[in-house]
C-alpha cells in the first residue's frame, strides 16, 4: 500500500513539474496573430486589431475596446471581404496574414517596443518613419517621439521639446496634420497617416498646416453641424455657466455639444477649446469653425461661438439672450475676436 502510495505521489510530482515547465515556455505576452480572435471574445489583442481595421476604414465604432463584438465582426468581415478571403469574421491565420501584410508589417514587434531601424534620411533632411504600430493617446515609445518630432518639424506641433509619450497634444497635432491632408481626423496615427506624412517627409507631397474644406465629406459635415447649431435657436433654451445639455449652455456648453452630435469632439471649457484644432485667421474663416473670444468676463479666451458664414455665428450669449445668431462685425465681437480653431 506505501509502495503504491509513493509512486501514485511521483506520478502528481511529475506531472505538475511537466505542467510547470511546459507554462515556463509560453510567452508571457502574445502579440496579434499568436491567438484565434472570435465573436463574444474580450482581450487586449482584440483592440489592437479593432485599431488596424478603424486605420483601414473598416471599424466604424467611435471608440476601441477589448470585446469581440459584432460592431468587430462586422469590420472583420468587412477586410476579409475586400482581400478576397473567406468572410467567417473570425480573425484566424490566413486574415492574421493579410492584415499584417497590409499595414506593412512581416512580423510583428513585441508590445512596447521601442526600438527603431532608420530609414535613410530623406532631401528635406527628415527621417522617414517606419510603422510598427498604431500610435494612440497613452502610447510611448522612440517611435512616439520620432512622430513628433516629425509633426514639430511640419509645424503642427508647438512644443518646445519632444518626449516619447502620446498624449492630447500629440493628438491634437495630429488631427491637424491629418484634417489638413484629407485624412479622417480620429487623432490616431496608423498606416494610412504614416503613409501621408512619409510622402511629405519624402518630398512628394506638400505638407500644409492650414486644413481645407473642400473634401465632399467635410462639406457635409459642415452642412449638418451648421443645421444643429440652427435648429437650437428660438428654443427658449437658457444661459446656464456650467451647461451642457438642452435644459442650459454656457458658451463653451453649447459648441462642445453641437460638434459632439457630429462625432467631433473638443473639450468642455473656453480655454481648452481655444487650444484645439488648428488656428484660423478671421480672413481665413469657414462655415463650421470654432470662434474664440478673449478678454470679454475675465482675461484671455473666455467666449465661444460657431461660425455659419457671411460674418455670422451662433453661440450661447447671456443670460437674457441664451441662444443667438450674431456678426463678428458687432462692435462688441470685432473687439474681443481672437481667431478661429478649425476642429475637424
Known amino acids: 500500500m506505501s509502495s503504491k ?36 471574445m474580450r482581450h487586449k489583442d482584440v483592440q489592437e486589431l479593432q485599431q488596424h481595421l478603424k486605420d483601414l476604414g473598416h471599424f466604424s465604432y467611435k471608440e476601441t475596446t477589448t470585446y469581440f463584438g459584432t460592431y468587430t465582426t462586422k469590420a472583420v468581415k468587412s477586410f476579409q471581404k475586400s482581400k478576397g478571403l473567406a468572410v467567417d469574421g473570425s480573425f484566424g491565420p490566413q486574415t492574421s496574414k493579410t492584415l499584417l501584410a497590409t499595414i506593412g508589417k512581416s512580423s510583428t514587434p513585441n508590445r512596447g517596443n521601442t526600438s527603431r531601424n532608420p530609414e535613410p534620411s530623406t532631401s528635406n533632411g527628415q527621417t522617414k518613419l517606419t510603422y510598427s504600430r498604431p500610435l494612440i493617446l497613452g502610447r510611448s515609445g522612440q517611435d512616439v517621439k520620432d512622430l513628433q518630432d516629425a509633426l514639430k518639424k511640419l509645424g503642427y506641433l508647438k512644443i518646445d521639446k519632444t518626449t516619447n509619450y502620446f498624449g ?56 449638418r453641424i451648421v443645421s444643429t447649431a440652427k435648429q437650437l435657436l428660438g428654443r427658449g433654451i437658457p444661459y446656464v455657466y456650467g451647461g451642457s445639455s ?93 481667431y478661429g480653431r478649425r476642429v475637424y
Open 5 to 40: 502510495s509513493n509512486t501514485f505521489k511521483n506520478t502528481i510530482v511529475g506531472l505538475t513539474l511537466a505542467g510547470v515547465l511546459s507554462m515556463s515556455s509560453m510567452p508571457v505576452h502574445g502579440a496579434l496573430g499568436d491567438r484565434v480572435l472570435r465573436e463574444g
Open 168 to 223: 492630447t497634444m500629440t493628438k491634437n497635432a495630429v488631427m491637424s496634420f491629418q484634417r489638413a491632408h484629407g485624412l479622417s481626423p480620429d487623432g490616431s496615427f496608423g498606416p494610412a497617416s504614416f503613409n501621408k506624412m512619409n510622402e511629405i517627409l519624402s518630398g512628394k507631397t506638400s505638407s500644409s498646416s492650414t486644413p481645407s474644406r473642400g473634401e465632399e465629406s467635410n462639406r457635409s459635415l459642415t452642412i
Open 246 to 338: 438642452l435644459s442650459g449652455f454656457d458658451c463653451s456648453g453649447f459648441t462642445q455639444y453641437v460638434y459632439k452630435q457630429h462625432g467631433v469632439n473638443i473639450p468642455r471649457s473656453s480655454v481648452s477649446q481655444a487650444a484645439t484644432g488648428t488656428r484660423i485667421s478671421k480672413t481665413d474663416l469657414q462655415a463650421g469653425d470654432l470662434l474664440i473670444f478673449s478678454n470679454t468676463y475675465k482675461s484671455g479666451p473666455s467666449h465661444t461661438g460657431i461660425y455659419i458664414g457671411n460674418g455670422q455665428f451662433i453661440h450661447s450669449s447671456t443670460s437674457t439672450k441664451g441662444i443667438r445668431l450674431s456678426s463678428l462685425n458687432e462692435s462688441y465681437y470685432s473687439k474681443h475676436f481672437s
